[in-house]
């Protein structure tokens, strides 16, 4: 049997990408920002909701965790 190991803290670029994504998402439909940013700050990322979710994401405030089901782990 081979064993995986995955830190926590440490995702795959597959993982980032959903993260991002979805809280971009959420960000576009009205959601508040989870981190201060300036009006001039917010033009300058030019009102990006991707650029504000990486920004979330650098700062490690997504609300989103990621739930992994390792091959070893599955239930037959």
Do not use: C, W
Request: glycine share 6%.
């Amino acid at each position: 049997m081979v064993e995986i190991k995955i830190n926590d803290g440490e995702y795959t670029k597959y993982e980032i990408a959903r993260m991002i994504g979805s809280r971009a998402l959420q960000i576009s439909m009205g959601a508040p920002f989870l981190i201060k940013l300036t009006p001039k700050r917010i033009e300058e990322l030019r009102y990006n909701p991707v650029e504000i979710a990486k920004l979330e994401f650098k700062e490690g405030v997504l609300p989103i965790t990621v739930k992994r089901i390792l091959p070893h782990e599955r239930r037959g």
